[in-house]
């Protein structure tokens, strides 16, 4: 059974800082390129941050780049989101993506964990 379990969202102060996991179960991790999303209500998911299998390409939206930064550990099947000098504007659902090609082409979603930035 695959599973994507996120965690380390909270609520925190604009200017701070948070780090998100995404530990990954039933695929083999190491193939899979990773993908951190995000959504605010009523608005589309947005793609934040992308790392190859490898961890040796790494693209960012505009919005966080300078700010976040993805890192993943295939050892232990987890995928960081380092986010700081948080915005108001970051505040969103963010969910950890898979993406497989061999043998067929799969993608599998975490759950969600909430962030938001507030003073």
């Known amino acids: 059974q695959v599973q994507l379990v996120e965690s380390g969202g909270g609520l925190v102060q604009p200017g701070g800082s948070l780090r998100l996991s995404c530990v990954a179960s039933g695929f083999t991790f190491g193939s899979a390129t990773m993908r951190w999303y995000r959504q605010v209500l009523g608005k589309e998911r947005e793609l934040v941050a992308y790392i190859s299998n490898t961890a040796d390409y790494t693209h960012y939206a505009d919005s966080v780049k300078g700010r976040f930064t993805i890192t993943r550990d295939n050892a232990k099947n987890t995928v960081y989101l380092q986010m700081s000098s948080l915005k108001p504007e970051d505040t969103a659902v963010y969910y950890c993506?898979?993406?497989?090609?061999?043998?067929?082409?799969?993608?599998?979603w975490g759950q969600g964990t909430q962030v938001t930035v507030s003073s």
């Open positions: 993506h898979a993406a497989l090609t061999r043998p067929t082409y799969r993608i599998y």
